[in-house]
C-alpha cells in the first residue's frame, strides 16, 4: 500500500471536531434545542486545558462534562471553547481546545463520535475519528439530574473506568 502523504486521517479527524465545534457554537447562540445534551470527554492533561488544580488532581487522565440543564456562560472559538460549571456547588471555569475532546456524545439521538488522543509533539498521529454504526456505540452512564438548581451530584467513579462522569451545576440559556 503507498504511504498517504495527505494525511486523509488527520483531515477527516479536523472535519469531525468541527461538527462538534458548529453544534456548540450554536449551543453558545440559542441555547439547547429539545431534550438535546452532550456528554464531552477531554484529556485533562493535553496542550490548552486549564482547569483547576483540584479537579486535575481528581481527573489526571480524562474528564466526561454533561452539558444539560446546569451550565454557564458557553463559549465557543475556532480552537476552543469555555464553559462555567459547579462541581459539589464550587464554580469552576473550563477551557478544552477541540484538540483536547477525545468523545463527543447527544444520548438524546444516539449520536457518538470519538477521536484519537491529541498525539504529543513527535508523535505520530493516531487513525481518525469515525461517527460509530448504531449497534457499535458504547453505552453512556448518564447521571441523574441534580436536585436542585444550585445542587449538583457527582458520579463515583469506578475503578475499572479512566473516564468519569460529572454532573454539572450551571444555567442553561433560556
Same mark, same amino acid.
Given at each position: 500500500? *503507498?504511504?498517504?502523504?495527505?494525511?486523509?486521517?488527520?483531515?477527516?479527524?479536523?472535519?469531525?471536531?468541527?461538527?462538534? /465545534?458548529?453544534?456548540?457554537?450554536?449551543?453558545?447562540?440559542?441555547?439547547?434545542?429539545?431534550? !438535546? !445534551?452532550?456528554?464531552?470527554?477531554? +484529556? *485533562?492533561? +493535553?496542550?490548552?486545558? /486549564?482547569?483547576?488544580? /483540584?479537579?486535575?488532581?481528581?481527573?489526571? $487522565?480524562?474528564?466526561?462534562?454533561?452539558? &444539560?440543564?446546569?451550565?454557564?456562560?458557553?463559549?465557543?472559538?475556532? !480552537?476552543? #471553547?469555555?464553559?462555567?460549571?459547579? #462541581?459539589?456547588?464550587?464554580?469552576?471555569?473550563?477551557?478544552?481546545?477541540?484538540?483536547?475532546?477525545?468523545?463527543?456524545?447527544?444520548?438524546?439521538?444516539?449520536?457518538?463520535? /470519538?477521536?484519537?488522543?491529541?498525539?504529543?509533539?513527535?508523535? +505520530?498521529?493516531?487513525?481518525? =475519528? $469515525?461517527?460509530?454504526?448504531?449497534?457499535?456505540?458504547?453505552?453512556?452512564?448518564?447521571?441523574?439530574?441534580?436536585?436542585?438548581?444550585?445542587?449538583?451530584?457527582? *458520579? *463515583?467513579?469506578?475503578?475499572?473506568?479512566? =473516564? &468519569?462522569?460529572?454532573?454539572?451545576? =450551571? #444555567?442553561?440559556?433560556?
Amino acid at each position: 500500500m *503507498t504511504e498517504d502523504l495527505i494525511r486523509y486521517d488527520i483531515l477527516a479527524q479536523d472535519a469531525l471536531r468541527g461538527v462538534v /465545534r458548529k453544534v456548540l457554537s450554536e449551543v453558545s447562540r440559542t441555547g439547547l434545542p429539545g431534550d !438535546h !445534551h452532550f456528554f464531552i470527554t477531554f +484529556a *485533562t492533561g +493535553a496542550p490548552g486545558v /486549564r482547569i483547576s488544580g /483540584r479537579l486535575l488532581m481528581k481527573y489526571p $487522565e480524562e474528564m466526561t462534562i454533561v452539558i &444539560q440543564h446546569q451550565y454557564r456562560d458557553l463559549t465557543v472559538t475556532e !480552537h476552543a #471553547f469555555e464553559v462555567g460549571l459547579s #462541581f459539589n456547588s464550587i464554580a469552576e471555569r473550563l477551557y478544552v481546545p477541540f484538540s483536547a475532546v477525545v468523545k463527543f456524545a447527544d444520548p438524546s439521538v444516539g449520536f457518538e463520535l /470519538r477521536f484519537a488522543p491529541a498525539s504529543a509533539p513527535g508523535e +505520530a498521529a493516531a487513525p481518525a =475519528a $469515525e461517527p460509530l454504526p448504531a449497534e457499535e456505540k458504547a453505552p453512556l452512564t448518564l447521571v441523574p439530574p441534580a436536585k436542585s438548581e444550585d445542587e449538583a451530584a457527582e *458520579t *463515583t467513579p469506578s475503578s475499572d473506568s479512566a =473516564a &468519569q462522569v460529572v454532573s454539572l451545576d =450551571a #444555567f442553561r440559556k433560556k
